[in-house]
């Protein structure tokens, strides 16, 4: 009876600890770091797409081959389409595909940017390809990829 | 964590431009941008998450375009965007991260 009742408590208090630990880690969990894999972020930024142009023409890029620093890689699209009421690029994706969280920066655009461009920097840990994926308002997806070499990795 | 946003720009890259131009606007914030994987050194703990979420930019109170950042952006994130010019007014840009701290920042278009 003694040994049941000490196996009674002993699960109480395990159980306790463990919903304790669950409660903390879900307090700093907003902050903890998340791994986002590239074939995930690839994934959703494809994501309900009727077409996709791999290396299109329309997509003029522009990142240095080799930088210097990987903390501040500077990255230009330039997409050749038409910016109307009904003809639109509506989001331009940047992604790196061989760092912790392969996800840099999503723009949503609309007619009223008048022009398919984005400028920006992005982080890069190593040596690797960065892929630049550009969706129509109508769900046609262009991507283009660049290999990039970095000597100094910015993930530190 | 201590941190007060101060300082960010928005500004267009060209003075002289008249209604119906396209002109390239850049934005760009004072942030850390960290990752939540980086070590500090002086402490040796892990730094958490800090990052910002968004920006997005109102023309005349108006949504124009919106840009979600990860933390694989570089820090003191920036951004180069086209906006058509349709008119005077104002420019705004409003920063989000993930504390939940804002900062905004406005310039005036006066098309010649």
């Given amino acids: 009876m003694e040994r ?6 002993s699960t109480l208090a395990f159980g306790s600890v463990l919903l304790g630990g669950v409660r903390l880690y879900a307090q700093d969990e907003a902050n903890e770091a998340i791994e986002l894999p590239f074939e995930e972020a690839y994934a959703e930024a494809t994501k309900g797409a009727k077409k996709i142009i791999k290396n299109a023409k329309e997509m003029n890029l522009d990142i240095p081959s080799a930088p210097e620093n990987g903390l501040v890689v500077p990255v230009e699209v330039e997409i ?12 331009i994706v940047v992604m790196p595909t061989k760092n912790k969280v392969n996800l840099a920066l999503t723009a949503h655009y ?8 984005l400028a920006t920097h992005i982080k ?18 262009f991507e283009k990829r660049k290999k990039v070499k970095v000597a100094l990795g910015g993930c530190g | 964590m201590k941190f007060s946003w101060r300082r960010g720009v928005i500004k267009p890259l060209r003075n002289n431009y008249k209604i119906g131009d396209v002109v390239i606007f850049q934005a760009i914030t004072i942030h850390p941008m960290d990752t939540g994987f980086q070590k500090d050194k002086s402490t040796g703990r892990v730094k958490p998450r800090f990052f910002v979420k968004r920006l997005d930019i109102l023309y005349n109170d108006k949504k124009v375009c919106s840009f979600d950042f990860e933390v694989s952006s570089s820090p003191n994130p ?3 965007f086209p906006l058509k010019i349709t008119s005077a007014g104002k420019v705004k840009a409003v920063w989000k991260d993930n504390m ?3 900062f905004t920042k406005s310039v005036t278009i006066n098309p010649k």
């Avoid at chain 1, 609309?110 to 461009?117: D, L, R, S, V």
């Avoid at chain 1, 190593?126 to 308002?137: C, I, K, L, P, S």
């Fill in chain 1, 4 to 9: 049941r009742e000490f196996l009674h408590y």
């Fill in chain 1, 80 to 91: 050749d389409y038409p910016m109307q009421k009904d003809r639109y690029i509506k989001e």
């Fill in chain 1, 110 to 117: 609309t007619p009223a940017n008048g022009k398919a461009y």
């Fill in chain 1, 124 to 141: 890069l840990g190593g040596t690797q390809e960065v892929v630049v994926v550009a969706r129509t308002n109508d769900d046609v997806i």
């Fill in chain 2, 78 to 80: 920036k951004v180069k």
């Fill in chain 2, 100 to 102: 939940g701290n804002t």
